[in-house]
């Protein structure tokens, strides 16, 4: 038998990968997926160069673009649909975590086809 030593550090990223629930994280990305695109908006700075925000795209059922939503927008979305509708956990800050994480990994396309975020911890 082999023993094997971790550090704190990694059983700390061990329970990070493992502590978000993939059919909640699929249950968010297809909302997410049926009517949002990730998008950026463009605009002059202070400094007079062009920034760039992050924001989604609100589509119809023909996939064309409604409206763009802040991040702030889509998390009192996301937070209405899931806090008050289906209850993701019993906890509303627990909830609200969650929807924080997933919101950013699904702008980013870090969530797989199995409802694992990529770099959770990046998160």
Avoid: C
């Amino acid at each position: 038998m082999r023993r094997i030593f971790l550090t704190e550090n990694q059983v700390n990223l061990l329970r990070g990968a493992y502590s978000i629930e993939p059919k909640k994280v699929l249950l968010v990305k297809k909302f997410l997926d049926a009517s949002f695109t990730p998008d950026t908006y463009e605009y002059i700075g202070n400094t007079g160069t062009i920034e760039r925000m992050p924001t989604v795209s609100m589509m119809d059922s023909s996939g064309n673009p409604i409206r763009k939503m802040t991040d702030k927008q889509l998390y009192q979305l996301l937070r209405s649909e899931f806090n008050e509708k289906k209850h993701l956990f019993a906890n509303k800050n627990q909830t609200d975590k969650f929807l924080q994480v997933v919101m950013k990994a699904w702008y980013n396309n870090d969530i797989t086809s199995d409802g694992l975020i990529k770099h959770v911890n990046n998160y």
